[in-house]
């Protein structure tokens, strides 16, 4: 068991500019889920995966993000055309059901 | 949505006193887990507890769901249990959190 590993740990970006991370979760897990920190809050829930199927989406999450989950395996995050406003961490977690949820080390987003 | 409130939400401590941190719920929930983010950033579980009580050292966790709200004791606090503390809580067992905003703890040598 290798915890949840995210690539890259830190991304800076232009405005304007796509951007795309990756969440590899413990293995045996079939849940995976996406969650967007910005500093002094707590994570905000982005998007979940049971296997390959994309259960539920944020309200919060517009139509520049899409995620995927290919074979149920490793997951890819898209924010097409930055904005300033998407500057935070974005963090991966992955669970069994009736579990606890292991979170990665997120991937920090700079866009300027 | 629910409504997750965390207090207090700034807590210093003079290493090895003992603190109470609370997590209040607006709603009834089936997945209830309390995390550490330490300095660097990552967050740890430390319990998933959606009622009941459990203990892991010198950290354990309450949670009467039927009041909504779930307590985590930290006794003899060190310097290395600095950080925030995070309650996250979820309607169904498996799918989204929802995340307090947190008690930032400092312990002090």
């Known amino acids: 068991d290798t915890g949840v590993s995210q690539n890259p740990r830190h991304k800076i970006t232009k405005r304007g500019q796509n951007v795309t991370f990756r969440c590899d979760p413990i293995?045996?897990?079939?849940?995976l889920y996406w969650y967007r920190q910005t500093l002094g809050q707590g994570p905000e829930f982005l998007t979940y995966f049971q296997n390959e199927a994309q259960l539920e989406k944020s309200r919060l999450l517009s139509d520049r993000f899409s995620a995927e989950r290919p074979k149920g395996s490793f997951s890819t995050l898209e924010i097409q055309r930055t904005e300033q406003g998407d500057s935070a961490m974005y963090l991966c977690a992955s669970s069994i059901q009736m579990a606890l949820s292991t979170f990665g080390s997120g991937t920090r987003l700079t866009v300027v | 949505g629910i409504q997750v409130e965390q207090s207090p939400p700034d807590l210093i401590l003079q290493e090895g006193a003992n603190s109470t941190l609370r997590c209040n719920f607006s709603?009834?929930?089936?997945?209830l887990q309390w995390f550490h983010q330490n300095p660097w950033g990552q967050l740890i579980n430390l319990f998933y507890i959606p009622s009941g009580t459990k203990q892991n050292g010198r950290l354990s966790a309450t949670t009467v769901a039927t009041e909504r709200y779930s307590l985590l004791y930290i006794s003899s606090s060190q310097t290395t249990d600095s950080g925030v503390y995070f309650c996250a809580v979820g309607e169904n067992a498996g799918n989204m959190l929802t995340f307090g905003g947190g008690t930032r703890l400092m312990v002090k040598p």
């Open positions: 293995s045996e897990h079939n849940r």
């Open positions: 709603d009834s929930v089936n997945n």
